[in-house]
């Protein structure tokens, strides 16, 4: 096997360990209801949630609502809380 194809087997085994979980996460944040439809998921690192959200008013009530969000995606999930934290990015059109 040559170094570049044992490389891209080793990457490819570490996107497939992390993967599944954004797609957890992502899952749980479009079952959260109304909250959902007002930002998407950006993506999910080191126990935080990266979100993009429609405009400076759904941003304002989203970040009062962060506590509460973070119970309800984590009840979700199965297993483990992985939802430690949430950031919020005002994005526009989603």
């Known amino acids: 096997m040559n170094r570049w194809k044992k490389a ?11 993967k599944p979980v954004k797609d957890d996460i992502s899952r749980a944040w479009e079952k959260t209801g109304k909250e959902s439809r007002k930002a998407e998921v ?3 690192k080191n126990g935080r ?12 009530e989203l970040s009062y609502k962060k506590d509460m969000l973070i119970r309800t995606i984590n009840d979700k ?5 992985k939802v430690k934290d949430i950031s919020f990015r005002l994005g526009g059109d989603i």
């Not at 891209?8 to 992390?18: A, H, P």
């Not at 999930?77 to 809380?81: A, F, L, P, Q, V």
């Open 8 to 18: 891209d087997t080793m990457l490819d085994g570490i996107i497939s360990r992390f």
């Open 42 to 44: 950006i993506t999910f």
């Open 49 to 60: 949630l990266y979100l993009n959200v429609k405009n400076s008013v759904y941003l304002q």
């Open 77 to 81: 999930i199965e297993g483990e809380k």
